[in-house]
């Protein structure tokens, strides 16, 4: 019953927004935009318990545990996208195409590829080289011992969470947003718990510190992949999945996947190799440092999400829109998604300029770890107008199954500028963490320079998928 007023309330809302592409834009991305702001706001809040903890070097080093798993966990789960991407575009295409019953095909390869290709044996690698994976990734030793058991649990954890994303990728396709975010706030929630518990032994548990956050982290993973399995085995959506059927492999789904999925894998791995070398290139700075440089990540991931959220929304629209043969639609919807993300992101960029210290004394009560991270953030609010740019007419592009053009972007962009700069800025001349973001800042106009004007040849409106 609640549910149903629920949708009434939400008609209702959506019939006041006098513009039919407005209101379609909103409906789609609001969604998603709560579910990735909140769930990063919960990662802030995960990262500030650890920065809390009464012993300053443990909590630095704490912190540092926590980013550098993050960038090996990152690149995991951004391959996983990477083909999700083409399951979204994919069933976008067909939903438009209003050919529905090639959808669970569809979420079947992308959720047997995910799991056979890349989750389990990531997880398996990052089990077995846990030591060897946080030394490359420039953890010093007090940095190594506490984190071990924590990057170890996270990786368990990654199954579940490459579970949970293919099924949600495959309802953004019809435009179904409004499920998984509930889910994963739901589990988010539990999570925060979970680590108020574990982490200063509270309740009764144990004080885990670290390790607790890792165990509260993975459990609220499972619990997010057992509810939207459910879900689309009781087949109240469009997406939905039956056992029973008997699965056989599609040679044209494949190549679809592999065609549109590969590009972005690369781009992907680019990605998160020049981060890694970036990352790197920080390390080098000190622990302290590297927790400020965290510190200023972790805010810097919820301005991502405007240009996230939109990019979702712009995929699902241009996918359904090419489907359906609606090709001047679908750039419409590409540009009002880019407008809507971009207001949002601007606005975001204005308090990281003017309230830095306050945001970041949340994390941390070290002058030096605020006094750079704040520095930071106003190079942050600089990047945000192109990052949300970016993010969005790139996600209209794979939408549309161009994925070519991103991954030019991303290479030239992070492996190439960012790295270097990073590199001369930090190693060379001496500017610390400041040098370093602002080979950032440069690295995302580069990157938005070369999505824009592929954007704006038209050409991805006219990509094939079979």
């Not at 190079?379 to 161009?402: M, W």
Request: charged residues 15%; contains cysteine; proline residues 3%.
């Amino acid at each position: 019953m609640n549910d149903i007023n629920d949708e009434k309330k939400e008609r209702k809302f959506f019939l006041k927004i006098k513009d039919d592409i407005d209101a379609e834009v909103i409906r789609i991305a609001w969604p998603v935009l709560a579910e990735l702001l909140l769930g990063s706001l919960f990662g802030m809040v995960d990262m500030m318990m650890l920065g809390r903890m009464s012993d300053n070097a443990l909590a630095a080093a704490s912190v540092a545990a926590v980013g550098m798993t993050n960038q090996p966990l990152f690149i995991g789960l951004s391959l996983v996208q990477a083909l999700n991407v083409g399951g979204t575009a994919m069933i976008a295409r067909y939903f438009g195409a209003k050919q529905n019953d090639r959808i669970e095909t569809v979420l079947k390869h992308v959720m047997l590829l995910s799991m056979l290709l890349l989750a389990i044996p990531l997880s398996i690698l990052g089990l077995v080289f846990t030591d060897s994976i946080m030394t490359l990734m420039g953890a010093q030793a007090d940095t190594l011992q506490i984190g071990r058991s924590y990057f170890k649990i996270i990786m368990i954890g990654f199954v579940f969470q490459s579970f949970n994303m293919a099924i949600s990728a495959a309802l953004r396709g019809v435009g179904e947003t409004k499920v998984p975010m509930m889910i994963n706030l739901r589990c988010n929630f539990l999570n925060v718990f979970g680590n108020a518990v574990l982490i200063y032994g509270l309740l009764g548990f144990p004080r885990l510190g670290i390790t607790g956050a890792g165990i509260s982290t993975a459990l609220s993973n499972v619990v997010a992949s057992i509810l939207i399995f459910i879900y689309i085995l009781r087949g109240k959506s469009i997406v939905r999945l039956n056992i029973k059927n008997p699965f056989k492999i599609n040679k044209r789904i494949l190549y679809n996947l592999f065609k549109i999925g590969i590009p972005a894998s690369f781009e992907q791995l680019l990605l998160r190799i020049g981060i890694f070398l970036f990352v790197r290139i920080v390390a080098d700075l000190g622990t302290v440092i590297y927790a400020a440089h965290q510190i200023a990540l972790s805010i810097l991931s919820l301005s991502f999400q405007p240009g996230q959220a939109f990019g979702i929304a712009a995929s699902s629209l241009v996918g359904m829109s090419l489907g359906a043969g609606k090709f001047e639609m679908a750039e419409e919807y590409a540009k009002r998604t880019r407008k809507f993300g971009s207001i949002i992101s601007t606005f975001m960029g204005i308090i990281f300029f003017f309230f830095g210290p306050q945001l970041v004394g949340l994390y941390s009560a070290d002058p030096m770890i605020i006094n750079n991270s704040s520095v930071v953030l106003k190079i942050i609010a600089v990047v945000q107008p192109f990052q949300s740019s970016q993010f969005i007419l790139a996600g209209a592009l794979r939408g549309a199954g161009d994925t070519f053009w991103p991954l030019v972007a991303t290479f030239t962009g992070v492996l190439v500028i960012r790295v270097v700069l990073a590199y001369a800025f930090v190693s060379v001349l001496g500017y610390g963490l400041v040098g370093a973001w602002i080979a950032v800042l440069i690295d995302q106009f580069v990157r938005w320079l070369f999505v824009y004007f592929r954007f704006r040849t038209g050409k991805w409106k006219y990509i094939k998928i079979k």
